[in-house]
């Protein structure tokens, strides 16, 4: 199960306001990861990151529409290539790849939610496209269906400079219901002036209700189950959920949960003393219908700050409680206790953190995930140690014995199943687009390149030299908001220079990617 946009504000990580009882409960149950971090913090890079077991480059996985298909070294099997090869029946529900027609080979079937972009517009080829509770879901193909190639023209390579701009389409969903607007972003129609936030009546309906397609692909997922319970063969079902990600479109009952006066603010709303302005982006939540535009020092308003904060939390719990439904059929096929389980998400949220929304930062809010792997024959745990989305892939099949490709660059968790105490990592690390990041134990350090850039032919030749003066260092023992960047005080020069190195040789590590 991976989420879309869930930082770690779950009761399992201390969240004292969040109502999130299921996650929690398989939490109980789970291997907690304390310290995950994502790879790239905006969806398509980080999914492909992911799912491929490669580190991100400038020259690939830098964008939210990323593909690995595109991107990828050539003939590297992702995750569900590797498990579909080992006999698994792999299905792809919601959004796993943020393009659903990317990598479809390796799927024995993708669904998507009507009406939202990608591989689901094969609703229009006759033939191509067969609809379950509201979902477009293709089969067993072995290239991108008929629209794909136009798709793929306009990948971010050609598009032009800014992330969101793209190509103009407007197509109206079967049943009537307006398209996702995140989805939609996918044909160049980001946010689409439309609400960032709503309170959707239900009527008692979690999984019909016209706004809420995560409730369509959760009885989806609940018929896989049964399938899978009834054929007894191997399967590899993914469960994508759009929520929390913008727009917050969440049930009445869950706004009702909370009161907005009394949810927490950001602990710091200003840009750091001593970083650069570049580390912050502000681009995403004004594309978004009634939200003004924002920067460095002026921030939204107050109320719609807390309304704001209040729709992410209500978007959490209403995925929570999918979670549940999800968990409670595992339980009563008499699945749970032989089943591998796992609930991550592709990168954490920024809300109003430093002054800034959403993610596209080297920030601790915006890379930090929640992780939980529940697996047969190993008690639950908390793991302190640094680990990374990137080895989930190894993982995955460490727990199935099966043997890795040699391009993985992610290393398994297994050890720390057995052992929370196991050494696993001196340091992780991630980047997004201008910038590099490694962080270890205590502190957390970031460059930029040469000059801004948001596109792969820029920052290709940005990055081949790194900003002078563009850095930050922060303290996460006596600093976990990163409130100040040690980098520029000349009192923490040996960190910093050790860290340098060590980021330094990843970037020569990460291009090196093994012969399959």
Same mark, same amino acid.
């Given at each position: 199960?991976?989420?879309?946009?869930?930082?770690?504000?779950?009761?399992?990580?201390?969240?004292?306001?969040?109502?999130?009882?299921?996650?929690?409960?398989?939490?109980?149950?789970?291997?907690?990861?304390?310290?995950?971090?994502?790879?790239?913090?905006?969806?398509?890079?980080?999914?492909?990151?992911?799912?491929?077991?490669?580190?991100?480059?400038?020259?690939?996985?830098?964008?939210?529409?990323?593909?690995?298909?595109?991107?990828?070294?050539?003939?590297?099997?992702?995750?569900?290539?590797?498990?579909?090869?080992?006999?698994?029946?792999?299905?792809?529900?919601?959004?796993?790849?943020?393009?659903?027609?990317?990598?479809?080979?390796?799927?024995?079937?993708?669904?998507?939610?009507?009406?939202?972009?990608?591989?689901?517009?094969?609703?229009?080829?006759?033939?191509?496209?067969?609809?379950?509770?509201?979902?477009?879901?293709?089969?067993?193909?072995?290239?991108?269906?008929?629209?794909?190639?136009?798709?793929?023209?306009?990948?971010?390579?050609?598009?032009?400079?800014?992330?969101?701009?793209?190509?103009?389409?407007?197509?109206?969903?079967?049943?009537?219901?307006?398209?996702?607007?995140?989805?939609?972003?996918?044909?160049?129609?980001?946010?689409?002036?439309?609400?960032?936030?709503?309170?959707?009546?239900?009527?008692?309906?979690?999984?019909?209700?016209?706004?809420?397609?995560?409730?369509?692909?959760?009885?989806?997922?609940? %018929?896989?189950?049964?399938?899978?319970? *009834?054929?007894?063969? +191997?399967?590899? @079902?993914?469960?994508?959920? &759009? !929520? /929390?990600?913008?727009?917050?479109?969440?049930?009445?009952?869950?706004?009702?949960?909370?009161?907005?006066?009394?949810?927490?603010?950001?602990?710091?709303?200003?840009?750091?003393?001593?970083?650069?302005?570049?580390?912050?982006?502000?681009?995403?939540?004004?594309?978004?219908?009634?939200?003004?535009?924002?920067?460095?020092?002026?921030?939204?308003?107050?109320?719609?700050?807390?309304?704001?904060?209040?729709?992410?939390?209500?978007?959490?719990?209403?995925?929570?409680?999918?979670?549940?439904?999800?968990?409670?059929?595992?339980?009563?096929?008499?699945?749970?206790?032989?089943?591998?389980?796992?609930?991550?998400?592709?990168?954490?949220?920024?809300?109003?953190?430093?002054?800034?929304?959403? %993610?596209?930062?080297?920030?601790?809010? *915006?890379?930090?995930? +929640?992780?939980? @792997?529940?697996?047969?024959? &190993? !008690? /639950?745990?908390?793991?302190?140690?640094?680990?990374?989305?990137?080895?989930?892939?190894?993982?995955?099949?460490?727990?199935?014995?099966?043997?890795?490709?040699?391009?993985?660059?992610?290393?398994?968790?297994?050890?720390?199943?057995?052992?929370?105490?196991?050494?696993?990592?001196?340091?992780?690390?991630?980047?997004?687009?201008?910038?590099?990041?490694?962080?270890?134990?205590?502190?957390?350090?970031?460059?930029?390149?040469?000059?801004?850039?948001?596109?792969?032919?820029?920052?290709?030749?940005?990055?081949?030299?790194?900003?002078?003066?563009?850095?930050?260092?922060?303290?996460?023992?006596?600093?976990?908001?990163?409130?100040?960047?040690?980098?520029?005080?000349?009192?923490?020069?040996?960190?910093?220079?050790?860290?340098?190195?060590?980021?330094?040789?990843?970037?020569?590590?990460?291009?090196?990617?093994?012969?399959?």
């Amino acid at each position: 199960m991976i989420a879309d946009d869930l930082r770690p504000t779950l009761g399992t990580y201390g969240s004292t306001e969040i109502h999130s009882p299921h996650i929690d409960a398989l939490a109980a149950d789970s291997v907690v990861f304390e310290r995950a971090y994502c790879q790239v913090p905006t969806c398509g890079a980080s999914r492909a990151s992911m799912l491929t077991g490669l580190y991100p480059t400038p020259e690939r996985f830098l964008q939210y529409d990323s593909f690995a298909s595109l991107e990828g070294p050539p003939g590297i099997p992702d995750l569900p290539a590797t498990l579909q090869a080992a006999g698994y029946t792999t299905i792809s529900n919601g959004k796993i790849y943020h393009n659903r027609d990317d990598n479809v080979a390796s799927f024995n079937q993708i669904c998507g939610h009507g009406g939202t972009g990608g591989i689901t517009e094969s609703e229009h080829f006759p033939g191509v496209c067969r609809w379950q509770d509201g979902m477009c879901c293709l089969e067993s193909l072995t290239e991108p269906p008929p629209q794909a190639p136009a798709v793929l023209r306009s990948h971010n390579s050609g598009r032009p400079d800014h992330p969101y701009d793209g190509l103009p389409a407007e197509v109206e969903e079967e049943d009537g219901e307006d398209w996702d607007d995140y989805t939609r972003s996918r044909w160049g129609c980001f946010g689409c002036n439309k609400p960032a936030f709503r309170i959707i009546e239900t009527n008692g309906d979690d999984f019909r209700t016209a706004g809420l397609p995560d409730g369509k692909m959760t009885l989806k997922v609940i %018929k896989d189950l049964r399938l899978a319970h *009834a054929t007894k063969t +191997p399967f590899f @079902i993914t469960v994508g959920f &759009f !929520r /929390p990600h913008l727009p917050f479109d969440a049930p009445r009952r869950d706004w009702d949960l909370y009161n907005r006066s009394q949810l927490p603010l950001a602990e710091f709303d200003q840009l750091p003393d001593g970083a650069p302005p570049r580390s912050l982006n502000f681009y995403e939540l004004p594309v978004y219908k009634d939200i003004p535009p924002y920067s460095i020092g002026n921030h939204l308003p107050e109320d719609l700050t807390r309304t704001l904060i209040h729709g992410y939390y209500a978007s959490i719990t209403y995925v929570d409680r999918l979670v549940g439904y999800i968990m409670d059929e595992v339980k009563s096929l008499g699945m749970y206790d032989d089943t591998i389980i796992m609930l991550a998400s592709d990168h954490g949220y920024q809300l109003n953190d430093h002054g800034t929304w959403c %993610k596209h930062s080297l920030y601790e809010k *915006a890379l930090r995930v +929640p992780l939980m @792997i529940k697996a047969p024959g &190993f !008690r /639950p745990s908390r793991v302190q140690a640094m680990v990374e989305n990137l080895d989930i892939y190894p993982t995955l099949l460490d727990l199935i014995e099966v043997q890795p490709p040699a391009h993985l660059q992610g290393e398994s968790l297994v050890p720390l199943l057995r052992d929370a105490r196991a050494q696993h990592k001196d340091a992780v690390f991630a980047r997004y687009l201008d910038g590099d990041t490694v962080r270890f134990p205590e502190y957390a350090y970031s460059e930029y390149c040469s000059r801004t850039c948001t596109q792969i032919p820029a920052c290709r030749a940005s990055c081949a030299t790194i900003h002078p003066t563009d850095r930050m260092l922060y303290n996460h023992t006596l600093d976990p908001f990163e409130t100040a960047s040690l980098h520029a005080d000349g009192k923490h020069g040996a960190v910093a220079n050790v860290m340098g190195r060590v980021l330094q040789q990843h970037r020569r590590d990460r291009e090196r990617v093994a012969e399959v």
